[in-house]
């Protein structure tokens, strides 16, 4: 994943940028911050949930209405119903807007319609999954790599919300815990594993978790979709 020092060195001349002096600057500011607020000894030792079973509850909802929506672009837009509005206050997708609707992201929008919740329309034409996807390449190019991860989060039981604000893919919580409540855990940038980072874009992503206060995660995908997750942690020696 990450190119050769000689690469290196002459990628990183044209930013003139000392990581070295900006790791360790950044790793100054974490130790004050760990002995502010120490995390509990255990914190480190946590790892990713496996794949949850479909719940009872889960397989109930399917016997629901389905809900209606139409794709819009980058987005996609919900009917104004009570179902609708579960998928945001029970399950934790999307964000409530003006009217009543739920506007999903791409891969939410994927996954719902994937576990039979959602009927999309574009136009007057109803999309299956994999004219979904064809649409959803077009207006993201790494769709299939982001919503792999995606997909593999949700399957484990955690909530999964975009995190463009803080320059990521993804923010994720811990399982039970939603957005309001606490914090974000981490963030996530989904990869291919045949994808290649200069140090310079790795130290930029770690530069993000640090300034967000978030652990730095890696999920890299292959062809077949399955996920590795790397955690990725500043050690002082």
């Known amino acids: 994943?990450?190119?050769?020092?000689?690469?290196?060195?002459?990628?990183?001349?044209?930013?003139?940028?000392?990581?070295?002096?900006?790791?360790?600057?950044m790793e100054e500011?974490?130790?004050i911050e760990d002995?502010?607020?120490?995390?509990?000894?255990?914190?480190?030792?946590?790892i990713l949930a496996p794949p949850q079973?479909?719940?009872?509850?889960?397989?109930?909802?399917?016997?629901?209405?389905?809900?209606k929506a139409i794709f819009a672009r980058e987005r996609v837009l919900t009917e104004a119903t009570d179902e609708a509005r579960n998928f945001y206050s029970k399950s934790v997708y999307g964000q409530m807007i003006e009217?009543?609707?739920?506007?999903?992201?791409?891969?939410?929008?994927?996954?719902?319609?994937?576990?039979?919740?959602?009927?999309?329309?574009?136009?007057?034409?109803?999309?299956?999954?994999?004219?979904?996807?064809k649409r959803a390449r077009k207006a993201e190019p790494n769709f299939?790599?982001?919503?792999?991860?995606?997909?593999?989060?949700?399957?484990?039981?955690?909530?999964?919300?975009?995190?463009?604000?803080?320059g990521a893919d993804f923010r994720v919580y811990d399982r039970g815990v939603k957005p309001g409540e606490d914090h974000a855990r981490w963030i996530i940038f989904p990869v291919h594993e045949g994808e290649t980072l200069t140090w310079y874009e790795f130290a930029a992503k770690n530069r993000v978790a640090h300034s967000t206060k978030k652990r730095l995660m890696m999920g890299i995908v292959d062809d077949e979709g399955d996920v590795t997750y790397?955690?990725?942690?500043?050690?002082?020696?």
């Not at 607020?37 to 914190?43: L, S």
């Open 53 to 67: 079973p479909e719940k009872e509850e889960d397989k109930e909802s399917k016997k629901r209405e389905i809900v």
């Open 99 to 133: 009217g009543g609707k739920v506007q999903l992201s791409l891969p939410e929008a994927l996954y719902l319609l994937e576990k039979g919740k959602l009927e999309i329309t574009d136009g007057k034409k109803k999309l299956d999954v994999e004219m979904f996807i």
């Open 144 to 166: 299939w790599i982001r919503y792999s991860v995606f997909k593999d989060m949700r399957n484990r039981g955690y909530v999964v919300k975009t995190a463009l604000k803080f």
């Open 35 to 46: 002995a502010q607020k120490a995390e509990p000894a255990n914190e480190d030792e946590k």
């Open 1 to 25: 994943m990450v190119k050769n020092k000689k690469e290196q060195k002459e990628k990183t001349k044209k930013p003139k940028i000392d990581l070295e002096e900006e790791i360790k600057a």
């Open 230 to 237: 790397y955690e990725i942690k500043w050690m002082r020696p």
């Open 29 to 31: 500011e974490e130790h």
